[in-house]
C-alpha cells in the first residue's frame, strides 16, 4: 500500500468518523426542538412564553457561532468537540433539576451554545479532512446523512413520554456518543480555518436579496422548527407524539426531495427567480395548514408539512449562492459567515413573534401565518430585486446544498 494511498484512506474513516458524530449531534438537537415545547406546554405555559424560551436556544446558537472558533483555536479540534459536547448533555440533565420556564429558558442558552460551537469545530473539520476535488460530494453526503439524524432525533423522543427522566438522558446520551468517533479518531486535528465574518453592510450592499432570504429563512425555520410540536399537537390531539414526529419527518424529506433540483436550476436561471418561487410554495402551503389544519386529517396535514418543507427549507442554500455569485474575490467565505448571523438573528426573533401571534386570538394557526407572510412578503421582494436590478455578475458560482449550521461550513463549499 503506498503512501498517499494510505493517506487517503485515513482521510475517508476521519471524515467518516466526524459526519457520523454530527449526525448524533443532529439528532439530538431534533429531539430537544420536539422535547421543550411538549415540556413546557405540559407545565401550563402560554406559547407566549414558550416562543421566548425556545428563542433562547436561537440565541445561545447566535453566541456560540461567534465564540467558539477563538476556543478552538486555542485547545484544537478535538478536545473543543469534547467539551461542546459535554456542555449540551449536562444542559440536557439540567432540564430535570427545576420545571420553571426561566430555568429551562437557561438550559437551552447553554445547550444552543455548546450545538453552535460543535457544528462549528466539526464542520470546520470535514473542510480539511475533504479532498479538494471531491468536497461538493461530501457537502452533499453530509447534508443528506445529517437530514437522517433530524428525522430520527423525534422519532426517538416520541417512543418516550415526557413527564419520564428518560428523555433527559436519552438526548444527553446522545451527545456523548457523538463523542467517542472524535475522541477515537487516530488522525491528525486540522488547523482552524478563517472564519472572519463579512461585513452585513457591506454584504447587504452586494447582495441585498441574499440578506433578505437569510433574515426570514431565520425568522419562519427558526419559529416553526421550534414551535410546530405546539401546532401539530392541537390540530392532531388523537395523533399524539406520532403525528408531531411525522410532521417533522415529512417536512424534511419534502427539503430533501426538492433541495438538489432546485440548486441545479438556480445554476441555469437567475438565482432570485428559484428563491421566490420556492417562498411562494412554502407560502401557499403555510396559509393552507393556518387556515384548514384544523379541518383536515392526518395525511392532508402531513402532505402539506412535505410542501412547506420543500418550499421553505430549501432556499437558504441558494441564497448562499448569490450570495457568493455577489462577493468580490476572496471574500466568498466571509459572505457565508455573514449569511449564518443574519439568519441566526431571524431565528432569535421569530420563535419570540410566533409565540406573540399564538397566544393572541390567532391561536395555533398563527404560526403559519407567521410563516405565510414572511415567505410571501419574500417572494415578493424576489421579484422587485430580480426587475430592479440589472447587475447581476455576468458567471455564477455553482450551488452547493448549505444548511444554515455554523461558519465552518463556509470552507466546505468549493465556491470558496
Not at 475517508?12 to 406546554?41: C, E, K, S, W, Y
Not at 437530514?147 to 422519532?155: D, F, H, L, N
Not at 480555518?193 to 454584504?203: H, M, Q
Request: aromatic share 8%; proline share 5%; net charge neutral.
Amino acid at each position: 500500500m503506498t503512501v498517499e494511498t494510505e493517506q487517503h484512506g485515513g482521510r475517508i474513516r476521519d471524515l467518516g468518523a466526524i459526519i457520523l458524530a454530527l449526525t448524533l449531534v443532529q439528532m439530538a438537537v431534533a429531539g430537544v426542538g420536539l422535547f421543550v415545547p411538549l415540556l413546557l406546554a405540559a407545565q401550563g405555559e402560554s406559547s407566549f412564553v414558550i416562543g421566548i424560551v425556545t428563542a433562547a436556544y436561537m440565541l445561545g446558537f447566535l453566541v456560540g457561532g461567534r465564540l467558539a472558533p477563538g476556543r478552538i483555536g486555542l485547545i484544537g479540534h478535538i478536545r473543543a468537540f469534547v467539551l461542546f459536547a459535554a456542555l449540551a448533555a449536562i444542559g440536557c440533565l439540567l432540564f430535570h433539576l427545576a420545571a420553571s420556564a426561566l430555568w429551562i429558558a437557561l438550559v437551552e442558552l447553554l445547550i444552543g451554545f455548546g450545538v453552535a460551537s460543535l457544528f462549528a469545530t466539526g464542520e470546520s473539520w470535514i473542510a480539511d479532512a475533504a479532498p479538494e476535488n471531491r468536497r461538493g460530494r461530501v457537502i452533499s453526503a453530509y447534508y443528506l446523512i445529517a437530514k437522517i439524524g433530524v428525522m430520527a432525533g423525534p422519532m426517538a423522543v416520541s417512543a418516550t413520554t415526557v413527564e419520564t427522566g428518560g428523555v433527559y438522558m436519552l438526548l444527553a446520551g446522545l451527545f456523548c456518543l457523538a463523542i467517542l468517533p472524535v475522541a477515537a479518531t487516530e488522525q491528525v486535528q486540522p488547523d482552524l480555518p478563517s472564519t472572519e465574518p463579512f461585513g452585513i453592510v457591506a454584504l447587504w450592499h452586494a447582495a441585498p436579496a441574499a440578506v433578505q432570504a437569510a433574515f426570514v429563512a431565520g425568522v419562519v425555520n427558526g419559529a416553526v422548527l421550534q414551535l410546530y410540536p405546539l401546532y401539530v399537537g392541537a390540530v392532531l390531539p388523537e395523533n399524539g407524539l406520532f403525528a408531531i414526529a411525522a410532521f417533522n419527518a415529512v417536512a424534511q424529506i419534502g427539503a430533501l426531495a426538492m433541495q438538489w433540483p432546485a440548486g441545479v436550476v438556480s445554476d441555469r436561471i437567475d438565482r432570485r427567480k428559484v428563491i421566490g418561487r420556492l417562498a411562494l410554495v412554502g407560502a401557499l402551503a403555510s396559509g393552507a395548514l393556518a387556515m384548514f389544519g384544523e379541518e383536515l386529517g392526518l395525511i392532508p396535514v402531513l402532505g402539506l408539512a412535505a410542501l412547506w418543507g420543500m418550499g421553505s427549507l430549501t432556499y437558504y442554500g441558494i441564497a448562499v449562492a448569490h450570495a457568493a455569485d455577489r462577493a468580490g474575490p476572496g471574500q466568498a467565505a466571509k459572505a457565508i459567515a455573514g449569511m449564518l448571523i443574519i439568519w441566526a438573528s431571524g431565528a432569535v426573533a421569530g420563535p419570540i413573534v410566533a409565540g406573540t401571534l399564538m397566544s393572541a386570538a390567532l391561536g395555533p394557526a398563527g404560526l403559519f401565518w407567521l410563516s405565510a407572510g414572511a415567505l410571501g412578503l419574500l417572494a415578493g421582494a424576489m421579484f422587485v430585486r430580480r426587475v430592479t436590478d440589472h447587475g447581476a455578475p455576468p458567471e455564477k458560482e455553482p450551488f452547493a446544498p448549505v444548511s444554515a449550521t455554523s461558519v465552518g461550513f463556509a470552507q466546505i463549499d468549493p465556491r470558496v
